[in-house]
């Protein structure tokens, strides 16, 4: 088995362990903490792998740590960073909550901007400094400054595809504080001095991943705004309007769409229950 095919193999059982979690009850926390161990164990087998693995060409080692690998890092940073500013969230007023978040963004915006050269390197998809940068190797002294406390490993690590897996995981993060300040937004402007509309027990009941497939339902059929609106602000008014949080609904929305069976499963029922009460109905006129 080739390192692509063991790595596609491998991140796709990730990505449904941690749809799972992200699906079921629970605290926020309680899902990072799951995640991160479920996202370390897939890092422990790639590992493994990858030690006792021969790379056949330098093309397909450079591919390896500049593409494959810090999808699973990336995924680790991400939650272990997200569990970390979600923690220390202010128990207090929008207001409150719109500074702390947008003090986390300036972070990333500023470890962004000083890495500005290699991130334009890495979204120009550069390929003329691979060989030193994604080929492992003992680099230089002044490189190893670039080295993370669980990078030191050199049999599985190169100068530069931790960073890559860094940048990946705070643009993940940057979409997951302004989808939050938006929702801040919306709640706020909900309430108009008036309890909000959460607060007012209008919480959604059903699944997340139900919730998902109207979404993309709605957004597709341009049923709101005329179709202007895009699928990140209308899932901030949905997490606003019924009290949840949606978590990666582009990952939740992949899923549905390699379902075997049936891909449009709420769609369906609410047609099937919307014409049953139109039958009951028809039946018995004093029906509603």
Known sequence: MSVSEFTISLYEEMELSLAEIGASSGSDLQKFRLSSHVILNAISKLKAFVQNYKFTTKEEEINFFKHQKPKFYSKLIYHQKLARIQSHLPISAVLDSRSYYLNELRKINDYLNDNYEFLTYYRSQATSMDEMYFLRKEPDSWLLMNFEEYETDLSFSTVYDHKISKIIAYE?????????????????????????????????????????????????????????????????????????????YYRVFQEMRIRKINRTTFLDQLKERLIQRMDETDENPKFK
Do not use: M
Request: proline share 1%; hydrophobic share 40%; net charge negative.
């Open 172 to 248: 993940l993060l940057s979409e997951f504080i302004n989808s939050t300040l938006a929702k801040l937004e919306i709640q706020r402007d909900l309430s108009g001095g008036q309890p909000s509309l959460s607060r007012a027990g209008v919480n959604w009941t059903g699944s997340k991943v139900s919730l998902v497939e109207l979404l993309y339902a709605l957004q597709s059929a341009g049923s709101c705004n005329n179709g202007t609106i895009d699928l990140k602000q209308l899932a901030s008014h949905f997490e606003a309007l019924f009290n949840i949080d949606l978590g990666n």
